[in-house]
Structures are given as C-alpha cells and as structure tokens.
C-alpha cells in the first residue's frame, strides 16, 4: 500500500544543501528535534485555548505539519551523515514524535463531530505505531516505517482537516468515519511493521 514516506528520498535530496548549512553553522540534530517537539507543543496548546474562537488559528497546522516533517528530514541526516548520531537522540527522535503527535492531534477532541474518545483512540494507535517501528532494533531487525497510515500520511490527513477547520468549513456528520478508517489503517499500519520486526529478526 503507498504511503507518503516513499517520497522521503527525494524531499531529503531537496533539503540537502539547507542540512549542509545548518551543519556549517553548528546546529545540531538534536537542537533541530527538541525546537520541533517545542513548536508542537506551542502550537496544539494554542489550538486547544483558542482554536474554537478562532478557527482561522488551524490554519497554522497545515503549514507546521509540512514543516515539521522538514524538521524530521533534516535532523535524521544531520546525524547520520554529519556523525551527530547518538543514544540521547535516538530517544530524543522517538519519543518527540509520539509527543508531538499527541499535540497535535488532541485539537480535534474539541472539534465537531469528532468525539474526545476517537482521537485518543488515534492518537494511542499513532503511538503504538511508533512503538512497533522502533522495537525492530530490539529483535535484531531495522527500524521499520511500514504504512498505511505512517507520520506521514497522518500529517497530510489532520493538515487537511486543519485547512478545512481554518478556512471555516463546517465538518459534517460523517467525517467522524474518517477518524475510524485511518485507525483501522493504523492497525494494519501495526501488524505490518510487527510482520517486518519478525522477519528481520529470523534473517539474521
């Protein structure tokens, strides 16, 4: 099934050289990732507060979900070909993202028709997702980033939904359906990367 982390190639090729100055002037991968996981943080926490008086605030989620997944590029090829790889930011890399995607995703709980229990339900299989993935190493296995329904394909999703919030476009009734599909996607999502853990771990 196509995800859109099979782009990541070629968006890492177009941030190459802005990576490459970021190195020269002494950023650090770490410091890329903690300003991400803080901008996340700001952000749902402004959504939360005033979002509801102000729809037109959503508008920022579309934009920071585009940039942030620049901000994860970035930091990732920082370490790993400027020799800026470590334990910290191993944990760093996992845990921002779950932490952030809480973030932003916990907005919608107070965004008709959505309920508070189907985006916790999200945002609980968004961070058992990531949990699969990295538990690969443990076994023996890669890092795995198995879709449907990767970072990326959720970024674009809740973006999506940020735009049409911001611009004033009420939700119907139905697009609480598009909350239970992209769970469902989730778990599929989850037995996939489980699937890619196993087999990597047998082949070594």
Known sequence: MISIY????????????????????GITANAVTLTALFISL??????????????????LLPLWMFVRMAFNAVDGMLAREFGQQSALGAYLNELSDVIADGALYLPFAFVAPFS??????LIWLAALSEMAGALGPLVGAARA????????DRAFVFGA????????????????????????????????????GVQGAGQR
Do not use: D
């Not at 049409?164 to 599929?188: E, F, K, Q, R």
């Open 6 to 25: 099979q782009l990541k190639p070629a968006f890492q090729n177009l941030l190459r050289p802005l990576v490459r100055g970021c190195a020269a002037a």
């Open 42 to 59: 700001v952000l749902g926490a402004c959504l939360i507060a005033w979002g509801q008086a102000q729809h037109s605030l959503f508008l």
């Open 116 to 121: 508070a229990w189907s985006i916790a339900a």
């Open 145 to 152: 980033y198995h879709g449907p329904m990767g970072k990326s």
């Open 161 to 196: 939904l940020g735009l049409l919030v911001g611009v004033g476009i009420a939700l119907p009734s139905w697009a609480v359906v598009l909350i239970y599909v992209v769970c469902g996607l989730m778990v599929i999502n989850i037995i996939k990367r489980i699937q890619a």
